[in-house]
């Protein structure tokens, strides 16, 4: 039959492939059906994902991380195998069904012809900042910037040169974890819009770390960052404010974490009422740690 037959709401359980097999050819032409994955069947997937593109470790990670946690949904999307059982699509959540070592609820496609692969995953992947848009949250590029840094920063990684990045269920818990960080967006946006000269997401990753400490601080802090005003000379803010805009004249761009290393820098200045008449830190410096 031309229509795509769908087979639901029962889940199916295949545990072997010749019982996945029996399921593809119960129907003519493509099916979808709903079946729990185990991941015994998924590693035995994995012999027939015989083309496809590179895999990407980060992806798998990211997704075992989502199934480990239970935050992996049933959204829709397929394993899609081809008539003959082959894999098409699907082998990094494969990958991630072995690595996490639990079962996941998911769509399964059989039977679609070899020649479709070329037309899949041929859209832009949703961002974590699409999915909080989707859920009207303000500031949503910049929110998400933040809780990526603020992630990684809680991942122990103090230079932020590791690939790997929260997911949106991982960025959604540490949103309704800290909930705060919408006004650390805010006030970041702010002082952007007076000193354009660091970007949003390290102010904002910045405010958070400091607003932990001290908050009535760290609201002083972020206005005289942007305004330079009230400030005596030698105040490590002004020291900062002459550093960024020196450097990002000379070389254009600054790398993300020495932004924040510049920050941290200043505010410990600031919060040991240390005069700091120039602000120079050695490349590939760790962000220290706020105090």
């Known amino acids: 039959m031309s229509a795509l037959a769908v087979a639901m709401p029962a889940y199916l359980a295949p545990m072997t492939l010749s019982e996945l097999d029996a399921l593809m050819v119960s129907t003519t032409g493509p099916s979808a059906h709903v079946i729990e994955l185990h991941p015994q069947l998924a590693a035995r997937l994995l012999r027939r994902n015989k083309h496809n593109r590179p895999l990407r470790q980060t992806a798998v990670e990211d997704y075992a991380r989502d199934i480990e946690s239970g935050t992996w949904l049933l959204n829709g999307e397929a394993i899609k195998l081809d008539v003959r059982g082959n894999v098409l699509d699907g082998q990094h959540r494969l990958h991630a ?11 399964m496609t059989c039977g679609l012809p070899t020649e479709t692969q070329s037309t899949m995953d041929s859209g832009r992947r949703r961002t974590v900042a699409d999915a909080l848009s989707l859920v009207d949250e303000d500031n949503s590029t910049t929110v998400a910037a933040i809780l990526g840094r603020v992630w990684g920063w809680k991942q122990g990684d103090r230079k ?9 269920a991982e960025s959604t818990a540490l949103l309704a974890e800290h909930p705060e960080i919408r006004r650390s967006a805010e006030i970041a946006l702010r002082t952007y819009t007076a000193f354009p000269h660091i970007p949003p997401s390290a102010l904002g990753t910045a405010h958070h770390l400091f607003n932990a400490i001290d908050p009535a601080a760290a609201t002083w802090f972020f206005q005289r960052l942007g305004d330079g005003a009230e400030l005596r000379s030698g105040h490590p803010i002004l020291a900062l404010r002459a550093r960024v805009t020196s450097e990002r004249a000379k070389e254009g761009q600054i790398v993300w974490a020495r932004h924040l ?6 505010w410990n200045a600031h919060r040991g009422n240390r005069n700091l008449s120039r602000l120079i830190l050695r490349p590939g410096t760790p962000v220290p740690t706020p105090k």
């Open 160 to 168: 932020f040169t590791r690939r790997s990045r929260p997911t949106t």
């Open 261 to 266: 290393a510049y920050l941290v820098t200043t």
């Open 97 to 107: 069904i072995v690595k996490a070592q639990r079962p996941v609820t998911t769509f």
